[in-house]
């Protein structure tokens, strides 16, 4: 898999993408500079301590155990995994990886200027209708890895000079990212780690994490059980993420930055503007600002597009999810984003809030 990562292309230098040009706008940059209390100076990754002290070894051991008679997602499959038993994320005692390369289309401070070590994990355990990466999360792509190899393109991802180590949809494969991570730290790594994650997560999972990952990225799809029911197949998926979320929030906080405007540590909220879903859109983002903090980071995300199975026929020959069968309007995603500043949001990802607004 090592081999798959892109080299690290020329991009803008860090420095440069944040100032608009004759736009009067505060840069990035000079926000870093002067918002003190969302500044890490001396950075070490989470997991670096664990892993000294040898407890990181141990916790992975402990994590492989629940593959046993899996209950380490909220589907609860009872899938004996370490059989070769599959549950619901279709992934059994390896982890498969899809894809990793230096990611460049990331929130600015995690891209920086080499990109984002993305590792895209095959399989989900959510199951969206609508799912944005339904060739990666869906396909039996890719291979699976022992602990050493996904340790190997982890380590060779910081050898490429990416600026982080991005697990994406790593919920159903967190004892195995425990494995690699602890053997490739025993062998220097020394990026931050990102769990990339649609917040269908429970919190006794996440528990196995706290002191191993440094930035929690979930994105917060729906309010309403039934939307999660339709959609997803996970009418828990409202309670279960707004605990999931509550627990990163208690283990990392809000999002702090180096003085490169790189993320360190903290919790960078996504939400995705679903077309005809706004006061979802509002609830969740009213939420973050009320029971984590109006400093919450957030990715308003604009970007949705019909996908997947949204529109394909349904076995009487009708379109599926019309309702969802286009992309949102720009009203509805200025509607989301003026919910979010009426519920005192403020720390908005930079490059979404230029494609709302420009
Ligand atoms: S991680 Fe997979 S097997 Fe385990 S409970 Fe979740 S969906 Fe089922």
Known sequence: MAGD????????????FARRAGSGQPSYATRVDTASRFVIDDFEPAYSSLARGGELADRARRAVELLRACRLCPRRCGARRLDGELG??????MAVVGSAFAHHGEEDCLRGSRGSGTIFFAQCNLHCAFCQNADLSHARAGEGLSPEALAA??????????????F????????????AVAIAAGQGL??????????YDTVETLRLLDGVVDV?????????????????NAPDYPETARAAVAEMHRQVGVLKLGRDGLARRGVLARHLVMPGQVEESSAILEWLARELSPDTYVNVMAQYHP????????SDGRRRFMDIDRTPRSSEIAEAHAAACRAGLWRFDEKRHHLVFI
């Open 307 to 314: 996908a997947h199975r949204v529109g394909a026929p349904d």
């Open 168 to 179: 994406v949809t790593p919920s159903h494969v967190v004892p195995q990212i425990l494995e």
């Open 153 to 166: 393109v982890m380590l060779e991802i910081e050898r490429r000079g990416c600026h982080n180590v991005n």
């Open 190 to 199: 020394s990026l931050p780690l990102v769990h990339n994650s649609s917040g």
């Open 88 to 93: 619901v994320c279709q992934t059994g005692r």
């Open 216 to 232: 929690y990225m979930p994105d917060f799809k729906f309010w309403r059980s039934e939307t999660a029911r339709r959609l997803s």
């Open 5 to 16: 990562l892109a080299p690290a292309d020329p991009h803008r230098p860090l420095t440069s």
